[in-house]
């Protein structure tokens, strides 16, 4: 909650505007821990307001992701999903449940800063398997 409320505080300061709509997409991420797409909020966010757009969800994700409260991934090769932990961490996606898992590796490079005599700003690691849950049942099956 202490995070929600300091992202509220973020986005005033650079005089976003939050509308009920806006700040439903915002509570409601910070609330998941599953990196959802698009899809996936607006599915849920219709329920309780059945006037909100795909539209509103997607650009009310562009903005909060340019104010740099939450951030983007693209590891799912089809559709972009967003993760409310906008700080640099790395992800595992499961071919099987296609589930986006945070995973606590530290990229080496990521320390370093340089590579090769080139400035390194940002690593996004992403690794593809099946996730340890998908291995249980499929143990359980043979
Ligand atoms: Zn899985
Ligand atoms: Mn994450």
Redesign the pocket.
Known sequence: MKDLQEKIERLKKKGVVLTIQRLAVLELLENVCTHPTVDDIYKVLKEKYPTISQATVYSTLELLKDAGVVQQLCIRKDKACFDPNPKMHHHFF?R??E?VLDIPIKCPVSKQGEVDGHKVEEVQAYLYG??V??LKVAESKT
């Open positions: 499961c099987r449940c589930k099946v996730c849950d998908c």
